[in-house]
């Protein structure tokens, strides 16, 4: 083996490492963002079930699984396409954490470091199917004070009875 060999398999070996540590990292993310959804963490360390269970979390239909599996077997324009799919799969995932679409742009492009900062942040919490769960918190909170809510209602109503008074 010449040296230009051996210099390749150097670089092959080290971009297989740095992969291996990434996809690590990943997992383990997952395997947290799972929990904290209410999944089993296990699930992320199985291919195509992985991807079921995170949509899921997303608020996804499951048929979503077969777009994602199938599409990329389209030339040239299945795998554009599924560039796209994936980011919005990837935004649903990110909003049921109380995200926004930044913060999704950043897990798209570098899912080794945003995944790990909402797997490892205790502040961030699974908050429902792409965010429904805040407004379930609002709407509780909104028939928790039923009183006050009235209140705010006539005040908006009525802004010159207010000021009247």
């Not at 990943?26 to 079930?49: D, H, N, Q, R, T």
């Not at 429904?132 to 010159?160: R, W, Y």
Request: glycine fraction near 8%; charge should be negative.
């Amino acid at each position: 083996m010449d040296s230009y060999g051996y210099a390749y398999s150097g670089l092959l070996g080290t971009y297989l490492v740095i992969e291996l540590i990434i996809a690590v990292i990943i997992i383990v993310s997952w395997w947290k963002l799972f929990e904290k959804a209410g999944k089993p963490g296990w699930a992320s360390i199985i291919p195509f079930y992985n991807i079921y269970i995170m949509l899921e979390i997303a608020g996804l239909q499951w048929w979503w699984l077969l777009i994602i599996i199938f599409l990329p077997f389209i030339p040239i324009i299945g795998l554009i396409v599924e560039i796209g799919v994936w980011f919005y799969v990837n935004l649903k995932f990110v909003q049921s954490y109380g995200k926004d679409t930044g913060f999704a742009i950043g897990a798209f492009f570098l899912p080794f470091i945003f995944y790990p900062i909402m797997a490892f942040n205790k502040d961030i919490n699974y908050v429902g199917p792409a965010g429904q769960g805040e407004v379930d918190q609002i709407l509780n909170q909104m028939k928790s004070n039923p009183d006050q809510n009235q209140q705010e209602q006539q005040s908006t109503e009525n802004p010159q009875d207010t000021q009247n008074q």
